[in-house]
Each structure stands twice: as C-alpha cells, then as structure tokens.
C-alpha cells in the first residue's frame, strides 16, 4: 500500500492504513550516479515558470533507466511546487506524449540562491539511446515562484519548448536550458535520494569540507504527499556535526 500523509476527511483510519505504516516499505535508493546528458553553461537567462510550461529534450545515452534530474533554479517570495513529467513521444507541434513518471518538488526546499538541485525520478524501462522529454509544468503567481535558468541563445541539440501554462496545442521554440540527467551508481556510491512506500520521497544534502574535500551529510527533506495530492509533509532536518561524527537533527 502507498504511503501518504493523512488528511482531514480523505484518510480511512482502518486495519490496512494502520499496519502499512508499521510494514516494511519497499524502496528505491537513488546514488550520484553518472550523468547521461546535460546541458550546461555560463548564461544566466531566467525562464517565466508562473506563466508557462517548459519542455526540455535528452537522450537517454547508454542506459535504460533514469535516476535523478537536476535543475539549475532559483525560488523567488515563497516559490511554488515544481512539477517535473518524464515523457515519451512529445512533439511540439501539439503532441504531450505518453506521461512515463510525474514528480514533485516542494516549494519549501527550492534554493534561494541560483544553483542546481537534484530531483528523484527512479525510471526504468527506457529505450538507451532514446529521446525523451521533461516538461517542467508552470505554477506560483508574480510574487511566488521559480526561475529555471539556461542560455540566451536556442541550441539544435538540446531543444526546448514553452507554452502557456496549462495550455493545449503547438508549443513554441526557445532558448536552452540548464538541466542534467543521471542514472546508476556512479563512482562515489553516494546516495541523493531515497523513495519509500512509492511517495515518501527523502533528498540527501551535503557540505563539502575544503581541507579534505570530502562530502559530510548536513540536511535530510522529506516529502509525502496527502492522499488527495495536497501539501501533505515537508519537512528538513538540519544535522549537527562534530568532525564527521553527527551530533544531532533539528526538523523545521
């Protein structure tokens, strides 16, 4: 059974509900990984994702499944959730293609500050070698919101496209933007994500140490949807440290 959050009028108090929680869970380990395809950059170009939709193509080089994406962005007032949708078959001309997986990134954990962020998608089955699609689906309002970010420029290889949000028909060309796709283990083993009971969805943030350079665990998020899609938990857990040894965790 799916984990969800419980929710006022939506969660049935029962036999099943309440043994799924004291269940093992299945689960999905999301490392590093190594990337597959990017597109990066130095240009600072902002794309309008209160407004519009935004459809980003990759290729799925030398592997059959998709692990993590990441973005460069930046959350402005308090943001909004950030949709991601992992689709094959798009076509621009008006074509959205078979939805494969749909993600999301809560609000609360969109960086303040213009910089990549991972976000788990644990796809398999893909065709290597194929092209698929990320549609990055608008939301928030003027004051709330993201910026994803890309070049100034469009690039033949990476196409994009944007529409008005939760519009219907032909999308519109336009400029590159920033993304990277990774799949597998990868060479340092480190875990990025952790996807449990199917939605409870856990992120790994680290701090590098610049004598050492090695990466220390200083935050974990949680996310678990409600069983109606609403807010449901979001949480962070900020960890103390004393050398590599961890001291304590503070939820906020």
Known sequence: MPLYAFK?????LDETTMNSLLSLQDFYLIYEGTQRDAKTG???AEFDCASYDHA???TATGTTEVARVEFELVKHGAGADLVVELRSGFNPSGTDGTLLKSMTLPKEFIPTGRSYWSIPIALEGLTSGSQYWLIVRGNGDANNHFHLHGETS???NYPCYYRARGGSGAWTAENAIHFKVFSGVGVTSIP???IAGGNACLTYEYTIDTNTW???LSAIYLYIPAA???SGIR???SLTRSGNVVLKGVAS
Not at 8 to 12: A, E, L
């Open 56 to 58: 980003i193509r990759f």
């Open 154 to 156: 469009q690039d033949a």
């Open 192 to 194: 990025y994500h952790e």
């Open 214 to 216: 090695l990466r220390y």
């Open 228 to 230: 109606d899609g609403s």
């Open 235 to 237: 949480q962070k857990l």
């Open 42 to 44: 130095s240009g600072t």
């Open 8 to 12: 006022n009028g939506q969660t049935v």
